[in-house]
């Protein structure tokens, strides 16, 4: 069966620091696979879609980057985190012809 | 851009009582999903649309996607307290890579 793991679940970070926040997949090849934030538990904002390794398409221009190193990684990177970039990170999966996502828990990340 | 906007914001009702939660666009999706989020938690698929008129049930939640396919809504029967989460409302635009365009959500809170 698919499974998808995101970590950290909860992150503290100061202005100014790095981030990284890692998402993988299992069960499954070639998935498509999204970065959403979501503020205040409301609605979702797409950042970043991958079809493929190294193709990463950019939704908001913001301080985040996005990155595909293999096929069910996905990772979520700043080099330097601002205090808007507080929020509520999901990664979520889907096949190439399949509707819905299945999404991973999360990561709250707060920056101070 | 596309845009759903879903209503009401907030729902806050005693057991046994019906509701239904819209959702509205001036844009055609392919299809139409509905996700349930609880605190913490990444959202997980309850259904997805795909026909205008197309009517779905899911023991006490009935789905329905508009002939135009530009709204949908969900309607709960007798809810019950484990009810309680967002819900969140996710239309695809019919391009590839599956990206959704994510209502803002509806906060439903169910008495005992």
Do not use: M
């Not at chain 2, 997805?48 to 899911?58: D, I, M, P, W, Y």
């Not at chain 2, 007798?78 to 509806?106: E, N, R, V």
Request: glycine share 12%; proline share 5%; charged share 15%.
């Amino acid at each position: 069966s698919q499974t998808i793991h995101q970590w950290p679940a909860t992150l503290v970070q100061p202005v100014g620091s790095p981030l990284s926040l890692e998402c993988t997949v299992e069960g499954t090849s070639n998935p498509n696979l999204y970065w959403y934030r979501q503020a205040a538990g409301r609605g979702l904002q797409l950042l970043f879609y991958s079809v493929g390794i190294g193709q990463i398409s950019s939704e908001v221009p913001q301080n985040l980057s996005a990155s595909r190193p293999q096929d069910r990684q996905f990772i979520l990177s700043s080099k330097k985190l601002l205090l808007s970039d507080s929020g509520f990170y999901l990664c979520a999966w889907t096949g190439a012809y399949s509707y819905g996502y299945t999404f991973g828990s999360g990561t709250r990340l707060t920056v101070v | 851009t596309q845009l759903l906007e879903q209503s009401p914001q907030f729902l806050s009702i005693q057991e046994g009582e019906n509701l239904t939660v819209y959702c509205n666009s001036s844009s055609v999706f392919s299809s139409l999903q509905w996700y349930r989020q609880e605190p913490g938690e990444g959202p997980v698929l309850l259904v997805t649309v795909v026909t205008g008129g197309e009517v779905k049930k899911l023991k006490r939640l009935t789905f329905q996607f508009g002939d135009a396919r530009k709204d949908s809504s969900l309607h709960i029967t007798a809810a019950q307290p484990g009810d309680t989460g967002l819900y969140l409302c996710a239309g695809a635009g019919g391009t590839s890579y599956g990206k959704l365009t994510f209502g803002q959500g509806t906060i439903l809170t169910v008495h005992p």
